[in-house]
């Protein structure tokens, strides 16, 4: 009896960190936003976690400098905007939420060519690693979004200058 209550507590706990995540059509190869991306900048209010921020900046940073694009294209520099971050308890650990503004300003004329938006949640057990969750989705959300390259962590441990 008590691994069968054990058991389902784990189905709805695993049932309800799926349902946090919105899943979105994938767009088609030519509505991704493929650019030359240069850089990247944090942006949030003061009453936001500048772990967080850092985090998200060094993920994404790493991504940029590894990515390499085969064709020319327009080379943008990116404003992450962390327009709020929520923390709460919930049924069996924290729940972190952020809204996100991303926009690709091109280099040249720093005139706003791409705009993303979207809200990250992530729920965890842990208190103490919700942010850094947190920061992590966000990241992994911008990478995605503009189609840059994840450095793998051998060549991160082997160039830590370079990534």
């Known amino acids: 009896m ?23 059509p994938e767009a ?6 493929l650019y030359d991306v240069r850089g990247a900048f944090v ?6 976690s500048a772990d967080i921020m850092q985090s998200i900046h060094y993920r994404v940073s790493n991504a940029i400098k590894s990515t390499m694009r085969d064709e020319t294209r327009p080379r943008v520099v990116l404003t992450i905007r962390l327009v709020s971050v929520t923390k ?23 005139e706003v060519i791409a705009e993303a938006k979207f809200t990250a949640t992530i729920i965890g057990i842990d208190k103490s690693s919700i942010e850094q969750e947190l920061a992590y989705g966000v990241a992994e959300r911008v990478i995605s979004e503009f189609s840059l390259n994840r450095p793998s962590a051998v060549t991160t441990a082997l160039f830590p200058g370079r990534f």
């Open 2 to 24: 008590h691994h069968s209550l054990k058991r389902l507590g784990m189905i709805l706990l695993a049932s309800l960190a799926l349902m946090s995540f919105r899943l979105e």
């Open 88 to 110: 709460g308890s919930f049924m069996f650990g924290e729940r972190a939420s952020a809204r996100v503004i991303v926009r690709a300003a091109a280099v040249q004329t720093g």
């Open 28 to 33: 088609s190869g030519g509505e991704r936003l």
């Open 43 to 48: 942006a949030a209010r003061p009453d936001i």
